[in-house]
């Protein structure tokens, strides 16, 4: 099986190795196509992308993404959401899930967010009605809602999950907002053995950093579903931990979801762990849960017992020497 992979900027390359030299450990027959993409390889061509990268993704339907970055303000549009629109990858998921060893306030949180990806503000339609007013279009359509609720649900249901709440703010947005949540209400009525209730945004963030395991599995629009995913991630011990993938009815794009903190960049301290665990997601949906599981064991007990890690959650080990951490994990399993 090929995957496209695109390391990305900053440590995205270092992590990328990481995920490669785990998969040679693993015994998988999996072949990853490297293509570069992001704000460096844009610095040195006349492209965001290499040539040859979107079809790469179009015949294959799998790719791994490392970070990339972004300007603020001004620039290029995000590459992550015009991968999205591209290839109508309109659910994007996060798992959130503790792991002992990782220093949290919270213990046993299990939430899952699935991010409608395909419009809201997303969409990117803004204008200048004159030198001094932005104008920025909201949408959200029924068709793409009851989309990514359904998948909320089927994801539920499919995985013994006992609720899903909607985020919302259709109290002040009552058109767009309100639709969210009618259609939410109206899908929910399909899975009568699933618990279904909503929360407003802001609410939402209070109790979730009150007691998020009063939450479950997450539906909302794609801006909220941006900020609650960062927040939730932060109850874990922050975006290194957080994988993710985003998935249409054809093409599947896994990524981590942290920065490409150029800071650290070719120091070898970069923790490939987000990225390895979205890696996990996609053995998962393509029938190597057996190999998935053994990965997260191997990562999770060496995180739990604490010093051979990386640096920034208390180890001594720099990107390599926690990856080959891993391998030797891996290998004393018997894969």
Do not use: W
């Not at 990782?102 to 997303?122: A, G, M, P, T, W």
Request: glycine share 8%; hydrophobic share 40%; aromatic share 8%.
């Amino acid at each position: 099986m090929e995957v496209v992979l695109i390391p990305g900027d900053g440590i995205g390359k270092e992590i990328s190795e990481s995920v490669k030299a785990v998969n040679n450990a693993l015994d998988t027959n999996i072949e990853f196509i490297t293509y570069e993409a992001g704000a460096e390889y844009a610095s040195n061509h006349d492209s965001l992308f290499a040539e040859g990268l979107l079809e790469a993704i179009e015949e294959k339907k799998i790719a791994l993404k490392g970070p990339t970055a972004t300007p603020i303000g001004k620039g290029f549009k995000s590459i992550n959401v015009q991968l999205r629109q591209q290839f109508h990858t309109f659910a994007n998921i996060r798992p959130i899930k503790s792991i002992d060893g990782i220093e949290s306030k919270y213990e046993n949180v299990d939430l899952v967010i699935f991010r409608e990806n395909s419009e809201d503000l997303y969409l990117g339609i803004e204008y200048m009605c004159d030198n001094d007013t932005a104008h920025g279009i909201k949408i959200i359509t029924r068709l793409a809602t009851n989309r990514i609720v359904k998948e909320a649900f089927e994801y539920a249901k499919k995985n013994n999950r006992k609720k899903v709440t909607c985020i919302h703010k259709a109290n002040i947005m009552k058109l767009t907002d309100g639709l969210f949540l009618d259609e939410f209400r109206e899908v929910a009525k399909e899975y009568p053995e699933i618990e279904s209730d909503d929360c407003i945004v802001d609410a939402f963030c209070m109790k979730a950093v009150i007691n998020p395991n009063q939450f479950d599995v997450l539906v909302a629009p794609n801006l909220y579903g941006d900020i609650i995913s960062d927040l939730c991630a932060g109850l874990i011990g922050g975006l290194g931990f957080a994988p993710s993938v985003n998935k249409g009815e054809e093409v599947s794009i896994y990524e981590a979801v942290h920065g490409s903190a150029n800071d650290i960049a070719g120091k070898d301290e970069a923790n490939p762990t987000a990225l390895l665990l979205s890696y996990a997601m996609l053995l998962d949906d393509n029938s190597y849960e057996d190999k998935a599981n053994i990965l997260r064991r191997a990562i999770f007990e060496l995180i739990k017992e604490g010093d051979k890690t990386t640096k920034d959650i208390g180890g001594n080990l720099g990107c390599k020497a926690y990856t080959e951490a891993i391998i030797e994990r891996i290998k004393n399993y018997g894969n």
